[in-house]
Structures are given as structure tokens and as C-alpha cells.
């Protein structure tokens, strides 16, 4: 198998591996054991379809409320490009291009299992799709979480039989249009195949995992530019005691109290003689709090990783045990509590980077205030930390569990629901607000540690040396919303040791 290229088989696909598919922008390709477990499980649906008269729910029936309704076997294909074409309700604003791409990559993956009935070719298709970067026009509104993400998925699925759009070669497209110009045929969908595409959790996982992998390297982030604002606020390092930890070992809170000890090594700031005995909570605290997050975070992992090597359509089709069994693996439950924990954690370390900054321009322990020497004339960094507060205050509103609200659907017969894509799709604006959060509190520690006279450590002045390359330290005031924007850049482009972040 060459390098660039992944394939995608039965084996646990971890989120190392997907940041790697990602970072690195494989290919991807379905495995010899995939494609056998795929053909084997259509000949088998084809098989059964032939030779019985029992209904057969979402194969020969119709689906939600209408499963009592049986379906001629002339119209079975008929009924799979309806359910694609009727389910494709989605509104609100458009799913971002790299939620798109993992929704893809996820599909392929839960089908490679050769539970779900798809044809070869359809599965091929959206590998294809995958590796030419033909993305689907899906839109964020419209799925509760619960017979699978029913609306998104159409939109996904809709290319398929040469319906919808895509973004494709830098614009929207008619999907027809892109077809004809790569000479695809439409599929014409069997027996099965419309439900297999259309449930699932894919929209949700996609939103959770991206959000998983972003939430690691920010993890590091609020550890790494926490240190630097303890160095500016002239901060204690004996919070920091490994004794202190031991004696209360939450896993975390040890390896963030780690972290930051490395971080600090070398640092003249740090050993120098303090004045005062304690620091605020925001600094002293860092442990504790950033290392609760740590923890969420990775048992929200594991709780994604068994999502996205998992079955999650229905009815789920067992060749060996000659079975079909109608139950409810799409279901959003088991994820959506989680990415609502997740949502938490996240906008913690986001609170209380607003507080750290806060600190650093309040004037004190030696600091000008506003962190400018011409106070009056210029505002300094006064209103970056109104806009952190005002993304944070954001972010607590958007904590609001989506998985405690339920709404009935499909005329009483899919009765509970997890709403866990609403849930999926405000992590994600979580953790858009954090690194805006984390972007100012760099902006400020970087000003405020200008403003002392000893050293800080090597590490860390190797990453401020690297920031002031593209902002520069603030004399006068400016037009700061550009050097907001430069630092977000900034974190998002500082490249990280994946072995350092997971």
C-alpha cells in the first residue's frame, strides 16, 4: 500500500490515523477484505429478497410509521431514490467543506463492515468522491439524532443518483453536471441501499471528531499559552509540585502540572523571588482545571472511536448467522452525551483564559495597565478582553445540553430522539470560540511579558520569538482586530508533535 494512500477495512481506524488521513490529505480505498464483506452481504440481501415473502423492514417496506406498508418488488429500487429524494430537507447554513469530507470518510468506513446491503459500486463511489474531493451541499439543520442523521445524509447521498449539488474544482455544481463531466453513470439504487446511506451517525461523528482532534492540540494550546500568561502575571511555580498532584491523582491534572513544569524549565521569571505568597485561582488552578477538560476529552475519544468503527444503520444484516434484525444502532444517544460533555470541557478552558487575561490588563504586580506605558492617550488592550468575555458568555449559552430535549416524529413511532446533531454542530461553534479565546490570551501574554526584565524559559521564548514574526509588540493603539485574526493563523499553523497532543 503506497504512503499517501489509506484503506479503509475492519481494523480500528483511531484519530491518529484520521489526522493523519487528513493532515496529511490521503486517499483512501477500500480494502480486499472490505470489498469481499460488501459483495458478500449484497448476494446475500439479493438472495433472501428472491426467495421470501415476509416483510422485510426498509427492504421491502416503507420506513418510520409506514414499515406496515409492503412494497412490490418492482418498486424496490423506485423506493430507496424516493427515500433519498424525500429526505433531503436540510436548512440553516451550509455544512463547513471539512465536516463534509469526514461525513464521507466515515460513510465508507461504517459500510466496509459488510453489514449494511450496499452495492460494490456505491460504496466505490463515495471513495471516489472522497479522493476527487467532490463534496456534497449538505446543509446543518434537519437531523434529530436518532434514525441516524436522516436529513444530511440524503444531501450526501444525493450525487449518488446524479441529484443535488457539490462543491467541486473551487465551485457549487449541479451533481448531474459533474457526473456527465467525469462520465459516471448515476447509481440505480437496490434493494436496501437508500436506508443504508440515509441512516447512520455520520453528520454527528463528523462534527465530534473533528472537533476531538481540535480539542487535543487546543488542550496543549491552553496549557502552553497559560504558561506564558503565568510567566507575565509573575506567577508561583509551586502549584505546580508533583507532590501536590500525587497527592490527589486525577490523570490530567497530573499531566497538565507536567506539561507546564517542562514548559517552564530554564525560565529565570519563574525562579525569581515573589512578593506575593498566592496566585488567583485562574493561574493557580491551572492544573485542576485544565486537566478536568483533559479528561472529558479523552473519554469522549474513546466513546467516538467505538462510534466510528461502528455499524450504525438499521435494519443490520448478519450473512453467517443467515439474519436481519431491525433495531437501533442509529440512534444518537451514546454519542450525543458525550459531545455535550465535551462542549463543557471545552468552554472551561476558555472561561478561564478569559480570567487569566483579564488579570494580566488589570494593572497589577508591576504591569501597566491595559498592558500600554501611555495609558489615557491609548486603550491598549482594553477591548480585547471584552471581546473574550463576550465570546466566552457565548460559549456558556451553547453548554445547554442538546441531549436533554426530545420531540416526537414519524407519527409517534420514532418516539424519543437524541438531538445530538444539534448538539454536534454547537461543539463545533465551541471550539471555533475557544481558539478565538486562546488567540487573545496569547495576544496579551505576549505584550505583557515584554514588560519584565528577567528571561522567561528557552521553549517558551522560542514560540514568542516565531509569534513576533507576525505580530508585533503594541506602542500605540492599532487596528487589533487584524492581529487578532493574525494570531488565530498563528495557532492554527503551529505545527505540534501528534504524541505531544493525544
Known amino acids: 500500500m503506497q504512503e499517501n494512500i489509506h484503506q479503509i477495512s475492519r481494523a480500528q481506524l483511531s484519530f491518529v490515523d484520521l489526522q493523519s488521513i487528513v493532515l496529511e490529505g490521503k486517499s483512501i480505498e477500500l480494502s480486499q477484505d472490505s470489498i469481499k464483506a460488501i459483495e458478500k452481504c449484497r448476494a446475500y440481501l439479493d438472495e433472501k429478497v428472491a426467495r421470501t415473502d415476509k416483510p422485510i423492514y426498509g427492504v421491502n417496506t416503507g420506513i418510520g410509521s409506514l414499515c406496515n406498508h409492503r412494497i412490490s418488488e418492482e418498486d424496490l429500487s423506485q423506493l430507496q431514490a424516493n427515500l433519498i429524494m424525500s429526505h433531503a430537507c436540510g436548512t440553516g447554513e451550509e455544512v ?14 461504517s459500510l466496509s463492515y459488510g453489514n449494511s446491503g450496499v452495492q460494490l459500486i456505491t460504496a466505490q463511489r463515495l471513495v471516489d468522491m472522497y479522493n476527487k474531493d467532490i463534496l456534497p451541499i449538505i446543509y446543518q439543520q434537519g437531523s434529530l439524532g436518532a434514525s441516524g442523521d436522516l436529513a444530511p445524509l440524503a444531501h ?24 456527465e463531466t467525469l ?8 434493494s436496501k441501499e ?67 513544569r517542562e514548559f517552564l524549565e530554564g525560565s529565570e521569571l519563574i525562579e525569581r523571588e515573589k512578593e506575593h505568597v498566592q496566585d488567583p485561582y485562574s493561574f493557580r488552578c491551572i492544573p485542576q482545571v485544565h486537566g478536568a477538560s483533559k479528561q472529558a476529552i479523552k473519554h469522549v475519544s474513546d466513546v467516538m472511536m467505538t462510534e466510528i468503527n461502528s455499524v450504525t444503520d438499521n435494519p443490520n444484516l448478519f450473512v453467517d448467522a443467515d ?18 460533555y465535551l462542549s463543557i470541557a471545552l468552554h472551561e478552558l476558555g472561561n478561564i483564559s478569559e480570567r487569566r487575561i483579564y488579570q494580566l490588563v488589570s494593572g497589577l504586580r ?25 465570546i466566552v458568555s457565548q460559549s456558556k449559552l451553547l453548554c445547554t445540553p442538546a441531549s436533554a430535549d426530545s420531540i416526537v416524529s414519524s407519527n409517534g413511532q420514532e418516539d424519543h430522539v437524541s438531538m445530538g446533531a444539534n448538539g454536534a454542530t454547537k461543539l463545533y461553534k465551541i471550539v471555533e470560540n475557544l481558539e478565538r479565546v486562546l488567540a487573545i490570551e496569547l495576544m496579551n501574554a505576549a505584550q505583557a511579558i515584554e514588560f519584565r526584565e528577567e528571561k522567561t524559559s528557552p521553549f517558551l521564548q522560542m514560540i514568542l520569538d516565531s509569534y513576533r514574526e507576525e505580530v508585533s509588540f503594541v506602542e500605540d493603539d492599532r487596528y487589533l482586530h487584524k492581529d487578532i485574526m ?14 505531544l497532543i493525544y
Open 486 to 499: 493574525i494570531t488565530i493563523d498563528f495557532l492554527r499553523n503551529l505545527e505540534i508533535d501528534t504524541d
Open 323 to 340: 439474519k436481519i434484525i431491525s433495531g437501533g444502532n442509529f440512534h444518537g444517544q451514546p454519542i450525543a452525551i458525550p459531545m455535550d
Open 96 to 109: 463547513p467543506h471539512e465536516i463534509v469530507k469526514l461525513m464521507l470518510l466515515l460513510k465508507v468506513q
Open 156 to 179: 450526501l447521498s444525493l450525487p449518488l443518483i446524479g441529484m443535488g449539488e457539490v462543491f467541486y474544482e473551487d465551485r457549487v455544481q449541479l451533481a448531474s453536471v459533474v457526473l
Open 194 to 260: 437508500g436506508l443504508a446511506l440515509l441512516n447512520g451517525t455520520q453528520f454527528m461523528s463528523a462534527y465530534g471528531s473533528w472537533s476531538i482532534m481540535k480539542a487535543y492540540k487546543l488542550s496543549y494550546l491552553a496549557d502552553l499559552i497559560a504558561t506564558i500568561s503565568l510567566e507575565a502575571f509573575d506567577g508561583r511555580i509551586e502549584p505546580f509540585d508533583e507532590l501536590i498532584h500525587f497527592a490527589r491523582p486525577h490523570n490530567g491534572q497530573i499531566k497538565t502540572a507536567e506539561r507546564i
Open 183 to 190: 462520465g459516471w453513470e448515476p447509481i440505480v439504487m437496490k
Open 366 to 390: 508591576g504591569l501597566p495597565a491595559y498592558l500600554v506605558a501611555k495609558q489615557g492617550l491609548n486603550s491598549g488592550f482594553m477591548i480585547p478582553q471584552y471581546t473574550a468575555a463576550s
